[in-house]
């Protein structure tokens, strides 16, 4: 692989991107590495924790009832009675007596609340008491469950385990009981092994189906774009009607299936290696198109005055503004070197430039920030066009 420096890509963010890097003496890679940081900071993760029930108002009282347990989003697994040494599913329907053990899962300020509910902690890891209780990461593949809850699913009276984790988007959450489920996510279930197995027929469990690429969902995205596109917008006081145009069209109904997940049976799913692929795909189409439009005169233009004019006010009016917003994001916001490349290869709206500064990092950090700002660049960028067009030019 070339050196980023050396990606001809530079021609579009390089000389903004490689200025802050050379005026900021920044090292990409530790950036890459202080962005991970940060977001993992974001994400408190998941603790496991063994208490021991001394709050004599919870005897008797079901595991589903334990006052606080909703609204800390603390889910319950397993429980030891007092006295005894087999480790029993904590279902929801399980009363509570003092001196039981209970296994709770939250983030630590969830558990520290939830603590104060129960009893005491104990050092003692209830997962290698014996008992025939076990635990599975499952994989949501079934279209079945695809937009129900863990509540709707019933999976403590039906198929006798308990969902308490789950993964979305690289993301451990607590297993919230009215959360939907998405394509893709991973739950972490507990029971005993016939339940696990039951569940995860159910659930599905399948990684075939997680890295099948759904071509059909894939061009009906495709098809409702390119009606939205070319779909007229009437505005007032403008002579003629606006449209969004191809991409503008489909990057809208991109964000709004994707948010919805699935319609029906129809999965908005993109497997990440078939993602990878179409998005570098799509920039070596992009820059052949480009290459073959202006190839044939591309020299005889660039090295004529009238070429050469064109070319210094293009940098004129590109490099600079990005190179002062670059320069007051680090200096005065202090943001991240990552999100300053996403923000400024999404203020271009181009995907060669989200390539370099993604190149630079050897990450893919830069994409959260370049997402934020892409949608409403592009759709901005094709409509004020055409604006100005009509405006100025009748």
């Known amino acids: ?169 690289d993301l451990e959450m607590s297993a919230a009981q009215d959360l939907p489920l998405r394509f893709g996510e991973v739950l972490q279930v507990v029971g005993n092994q016939d339940s696990i197995q039951k569940a995860a027929a159910f659930l599905g469990n399948s990684l075939r189906e997680l890295n099948e690429t759904h071509f059909i969902p894939l061009f009906i995205g495709i098809a409702l774009g390119i009606a939205l596109g070319t779909m007229p917008i009437a505005v007032p006081g403008l002579p003629q009607p606006l449209r969004l145009g191809l991409a503008g069209g489909a990057l809208l109904v991109a964000l709004v299936l994707g948010r919805l997940g699935r319609i029906g049976r129809l999965v908005w799913h993109m497997p990440a290696n078939v993602n990878l692929a179409f998005r570098e795909f799509g920039i070596t189409l992009f820059l052949a198109a480009v290459g073959l439009m202006a190839g044939p005169k591309f020299f005889s233009t660039v090295f004529s005055p009238v070429g050469a004019l064109w070319l210094f006010a293009g940098l004129f009016v590109t490099v600079p503004p990005l190179l002062v917003v670059g320069v007051f994001a680090r200096a005065v916001l202090k943001l991240n070197f990552m999100a300053i490349g996403g923000l400024v290869a999404g203020s271009m709206t181009d995907p060669p430039a989200l390539a370099f500064a993604s190149n630079v990092s050897r990450s893919d950090a830069p994409t959260v920030s370049y997402a934020t700002v892409y949608p409403l660049t592009m759709v901005l960028r094709i409509l004020s066009a055409q604006v100005l067009v009509l405006l100025l030019c009748g």
Do not use: C
């Open 1 to 169: 692989m070339p050196r980023p420096e050396l990606n001809w890509s530079n021609l579009h963010a390089g000389p903004d991107l490689l200025a802050l890097k050379a005026l900021f003496r920044i090292d990409p890679l530790k950036e890459a590495e202080a962005f991970a940081a940060e977001q993992r900071r974001g994400a408190e993760p998941l603790e496991r924790r063994t208490l021991v029930v001394e709050n004599p108002n919870l005897e008797g009282v079901k595991v589903e009832a334990i006052p606080g347990r909703q609204e800390t989003g603390v889910t319950v697994s397993r429980i030891r009675r007092a006295g005894e040494t087999e480790v029993q599913l904590a279902a929801g329907g399980t009363a509570l007596k003092n001196g039981d053990y209970i296994v709770a899962v939250g983030t630590r300020a969830m558990l520290d609340r939830f603590q104060q509910v129960v009893g005491r902690r104990s050092d003692e890891d209830l997962l290698q008491a014996p008992g025939n209780v076990t635990s599975l990461r499952v994989v949501v593949t079934n279209k079945r469950a695809l937009g129900k809850t863990v509540r709707e699913l019933g999976h403590d009276q039906l198929l006798g385990v308990i969902v308490t984790r789950m993964t979305r988007a």
